[in-house]
């Protein structure tokens, strides 16, 4: 092929390169031809789709000034600065709902059974073990059978087997504070229900003995953030 081709030898050198991109074109060679408008093709097509990407990519040199005089103070510790708006309030992305505590009145608490108060919180003298004990809890004296009543509205989040074959149900009244009842026989609530104070857990059964106690009784422990809290003082 050119320019070692005798045929094309003496000829004007824009003659002899015509001819010979003529014939390397549509000459034997078709194979080169369709690679080479195949790879122009394709880096023209690679080329145009680069710049349009590049004009459309979002500008992430954005300079933004931040005013310290007006920076929220409840932005995590750690964290980039906090951005606020034109009405001063915090940025989307920083908003948490604010949940107001559940209204809890202790002072309104219903006695779950109305019997005899037979221990209260705190150090104890056990009639069974013949010693002084810490009772997280209060012992209210009943006999099996007796209707036991939730001291304050709430949510039931525990129905389970108990000591003696009893049931024990523990309910969650919010703000922190819980109360369990064990020595139950029968149950008539279940875990996710809600109830009022004074509604019906269930019926009292067979409970003496288990926490140094001799009468039949139901045990009802109170916490506030695990704190056991002496219920006496709130009885109506």
Same mark, same amino acid.
């Given at each position: =092929? ?9 000829? $004007? ?54 005013n ?9 510790q ?9 009405? @001063? ?7 948490r ?10 002072e309104? =608490? ?6 005899? /108060?037979?221990?209260? /919180?705190?150090?104890?003298?056990? #009639?069974?073990?013949? $010693? ?26 525990? /129905? ?7 049931? #024990?149900? @523990? ?13 139950? $026989? #029968?149950?008539? /609530?279940?875990?996710?229900?809600k ?20 009468? @039949? ?12 809290? $002496?219920? @006496?003082?709130?009885?109506?």
């Open positions: =092929m050119w320019p070692f081709e005798d045929t094309l030898r003496g000829q $004007d050198p824009i003659r002899k390169f015509r001819e010979w991109l003529k014939k390397w074109l549509f000459g034997g060679n078709r194979l080169y031809t369709v690679a080479t408008i195949v790879l122009v093709a394709a880096v023209s097509l690679l080329s145009a789709y680069g710049f349009y990407a590049w004009q459309k990519a979002p500008n992430t040199g954005e300079v933004v000034t931040i310290k005089g007006t920076l929220p103070t409840n932005c995590p750690g964290q980039p600065p906090c951005r606020q708006n034109n009405n @001063n309030q915090a940025a989307p992305n920083q908003t709902p604010s949940l107001a505590p559940v209204e809890v009145k202790p309104e =608490m219903v006695k779950p059974v109305m019997g005899p /108060v037979l221990t209260s /919180v705190g150090m104890t003298f056990s #009639q069974v073990f013949k $010693d002084y004990r810490y009772n997280t809890g209060v012992a209210l004296g009943a006999k099996p059978g007796t209707e036991v009543k939730v001291i304050m509205p709430g949510t039931v989040t525990l /129905v389970a087997s108990g000591e003696q074959g009893t049931r #024990q149900v @523990n309910i969650d009244h919010g703000n922190g504070w819980q109360s369990s009842y064990s020595g139950l $026989d #029968q149950v008539q /609530v279940k875990a996710g229900q109830l009022a104070a004074g509604a019906v857990l269930g019926t009292l059964g067979q409970y003496q003995r288990t926490d140094g106690v001799l009468e @039949n009784h139901l045990y009802l422990k109170v916490t506030r953030y695990g704190k056991p809290i $002496d219920p @006496n003082i709130y009885w109506k």
